[in-house]
């Protein structure tokens, strides 16, 4: 089960968009954060709603939260 939330993520995407060279797409940036916090495959596949991810739905929030941070 996926227990991060968004504002858990918000360091693990910094650092992901870091180590990507400063720009990056959402898949790229999901991926590294995978690396990151090494998720099982059990939390990379919890499902929000319909197909959308956990992961995916919250690291949404905290790309949105850190874009108007800027």
Same mark, same amino acid.
């Given at each position: 089960?996926f227990e991060? %939330?968004? @504002?858990d993520?918000?360091?693990?995407?910094l %650092?992901a968009?870091k180590?990507?060279g400063?720009?990056?797409?959402? @898949?790229?940036?999901?991926?590294k954060?995978?690396e990151?916090?090494s998720?099982?495959e059990?939390?990379?596949e @919890?499902?929000h709603?319909g197909s959308?991810? %956990?992961l995916?739905?919250r690291?949404a929030?905290?790309?949105?939260?850190l874009?108007?941070?800027i």
């Amino acid at each position: 089960m996926f227990e991060y %939330k968004y @504002d858990d993520l918000m360091n693990p995407t910094l %650092k992901a968009i870091k180590e990507l060279g400063g720009s990056a797409s959402n @898949d790229e940036i999901i991926e590294k954060i995978i690396e990151i916090l090494s998720l099982s495959e059990e939390e990379i596949e @919890d499902i929000h709603k319909g197909s959308t991810t %956990k992961l995916e739905y919250r690291a949404a929030w905290a790309r949105t939260y850190l874009n108007r941070a800027i």
